[in-house]
């Protein structure tokens, strides 16, 4: 585990996995399987003379979080952007499917997401990686494992960490935790700046970040940028996960047909919030945590019991 503190208040967008491990968990209580000294790297970006880590960009393991056992999996989006490819995918699997047939270890996973998507030098591997991840999710969920995705990397949770942030029990956001399945580049790629401007910061934050995905519905729980934030809102909703069966998926679907009516025609998010009531729109993304939990709070749309 990396040494340097990283409890209270510090960001959780500036730290590393094993830092946001160490901010998270009750102090002393993780223990990492497939440790440094097992060296389990990528077999393929050796080929493109590229460096491989060590752990491959993922550390997987078991903690406690406030006296509640976890299997934890956290993503180095510090590392090729978090990006999925076999043996970092591999690992995350591996753990979610222990966790589905083995009943003697902890029944709640969290998934610390920070990614830009496929591994591009990985190519298909990558890209079944990301599918088997979601199948393990879809798996563990049936057998009765909540998995919990806690977004707020410098990478946020796009491509294929966006569509597996869709299939967890619960999502946890901060501000700075943008969720998506296609990032703004690779829109502004293929439909042009007119479309989305990349470099246009507030409209990517307002669209993708955390405040319109806890407002329109898109994730569960809404915190600061700190280990406090994301320590205090895991604990809070690890009792609160959903049951995961026909008549859930047919509510989410129901939800989901529902937004899309609601929200097709708008153009930024600003029309979606006046959509949803919300009285000053244009200040939402000036407000303080406090002041917008307690707003996202309050509208029935950022709030179900679908998922």
Known sequence: MDTQPAYGHS????????????????????????QP?????????????LPSAFDDGVVIGRGSLDGTLVLLAAQE????????GEVSGAKIVGLLRAARDHQELPRTVLLLLDSGGVRLQEANAGE????????????????????????????????GA??????????????????????????????????????D???????AGGKNRRLIGGA???????????????????????????????????????????????????????????DDPEAVSAMDTDGFVTLANSIKGANHDAR
């Open 11 to 34: 960001s959780w967008l500036q730290s590393t996995a094993r830092q946001r491990i160490t901010g998270l968990l009750d102090p002393h209580s993780f223990t990492e399987f497939l």
């Open 37 to 49: 000294i097992e060296r389990v790297q990528s077999p393929h970006l050796h080929l493109f003379d």
């Open 77 to 84: 989006g510090q590392f090729m952007g978090g990006t999925f």
């Open 128 to 159: 079944l990686a990301v599918a088997e991840i979601m199948r393990a999710v879809i798996e563990a969920r049936c057998a009765g494992v909540a998995v919990i995705a806690l977004v707020g990397g410098k990478a946020g949770a796009f491509g």
């Open 162 to 199: 966006g569509l597996t942030a869709a299939t967890c029990s619960r999502i946890i956001v901060s501000e700075q935790g943008r969720i998506g399945v296609s990032g703004p580049e690779v829109i502004e790629t293929n439909k042009g700046v007119d479309e989305f401007d990349s470099k």
């Open 201 to 207: 910061k507030a409209l990517v934050w307002s669209v």
């Open 220 to 278: 569960d729980a809404f915190t600061a940028d700190s280990m406090d934030g994301f320590r205090t809102a895991a604990k809070a909703i690890l009792d609160r996960v959903p049951s995961f069966d026909l008549r859930s998926m047919r509510a989410e679907q129901d939800r989901l047909a529902e937004r899309e009516k609601l929200f097709g025609g708008c153009t930024d998010a600003v029309s979606m919030w006046k959509i949803l009531g919300i």
